[in-house]
């Protein structure tokens, strides 16, 4: 049995084993005098990548992240009377340990036909997080109502209809707000957690104050007219 007949006995067809039938010739060099097993090898090597590169579109080893937000962006160009529907945003990324800003989640908004057809092409049984994101930028996302109207919910049924694997991750706690004006002052509105005594504090930084730096860092940086949610400080 020669070796192309074994990828494509052991391949059951496909292009692996088409490009294996291609090459399998009596003769031992191509044209270019390449040995005929090396062109082989070489050829196998880039349908191999070219199906990985088709695979990573329908499956993610950390699943997919489902971002929502209200936007009237996602109605441009419609020529009717703008509806709930498309006043909203998606926003479909693979799943990452690092955090992600709100302007890498909202660089390519989608309408909720575009996600839809998105999530059609992932595989069934893909796991799917709909995430607000990390603390500093939760403020700026939302996440499903129980209003059958909400093309969010919609959206839910889609998720279950084609046999994705979904689950709404809580939103992350946060100890008040920070503000950067347009002369790069920076202004907190900080306050206690239970189960201690409830107290809120106003704090202001202007570039050169000794904290100044660490607590625009402790929210992944910040841009003048920009507000963020602020997460709470690891315990000492």
Not at 109 to 116: D, T
Not at 193 to 217: H, K, S, V
Request: hydrophobic share 35%.
């Amino acid at each position: 049995m020669t070796p192309s007949s074994r990828i494509a006995r052991a391949t059951g067809g496909g292009p692996i084993s088409i490009l294996a039938s291609r090459l399998g010739t009596r003769n031992t060099r191509t044209p270019t005098g390449v040995p005929r097993d090396v062109s082989w090898k070489i050829g196998l090597a880039i349908v191999a990548i070219t199906v990985g590169i088709a695979r990573a579109d329908r499956t993610s080893m950390k699943g997919w992240e489902v971002y929502s937000w209200s936007d009237r962006a996602c109605a441009a160009g419609s020529k009717h009377e703008v509806t709930g529907a498309e006043t909203v945003c998606f926003a479909l990324l693979p799943g990452t340990n690092r955090m992600k800003g709100a302007a890498e989640i909202k660089k390519t908004p989608l309408k909720l036909a575009e996600i839809e057809r998105k999530l059609e092409a992932l595989d069934k049984g893909e796991e799917v997080f709909w995430t607000v994101g990390d603390t500093p930028t939760s403020n700026q996302f939302d996440q499903p109502t129980k209003d059958a109207s909400d093309p969010r919910q919609q959206l839910v049924h889609t998720i279950g209809r084609l046999g994705l694997k979904l689950s709404i991750t809580p939103r992350p706690p946060d100890v008040g707000t920070i503000s950067m004006a347009a002369d790069r002052t920076i202004e907190l509105r900080l306050r206690s957690r239970p189960p201690g005594p409830i107290a809120e504090t106003l704090l202001r930084y202007r570039p050169g104050d000794a904290r100044y730096r660490e607590m625009i860092g402790h929210v992944g940086g910040l841009s003048p007219g920009e507000t963020k949610l602020v997460p709470p400080w690891p315990a000492p």
